[in-house]
């Protein structure tokens, strides 16, 4: 079932990665409540442990979100 939904997802962040590559948020040049609950949900995703491929413009957004301080405490955690 992973698997399946690991399948699903990767043209979704194939989408997203091209987005980024050309854009610092979703919504531009500014973070905005759109980038909050997809950190979330990248967080969660990455936090399974299944093999993933590289998204280099995610990550680079992913971990710029998570380097802020409102992020302490919540992005921060394990999943178990």
């Known amino acids: 079932m992973i698997a399946k939904s690991v399948a699903a ?20 040049d500014a973070l905005s409540m759109a980038d909050i609950p997809q950190v979330c ?3 969660r995703r990455w936090g399974l442990p299944q093999p993933r491929a590289p998204w280099p413009h995610i990550e680079r957004w992913y971990h710029e979100l998570v380097a802020r301080p409102a992020s302490c405490g919540v992005q921060d955690q394990p999943l178990s």
Do not use: K, R, V, Y
């Open 41 to 43: 949900e990248i967080h």
């Open 9 to 28: 997802m990767a043209p979704l962040l194939a989408l997203l990665d091209s987005h980024l590559s050309q854009h610092a948020f979703f919504g531009g």
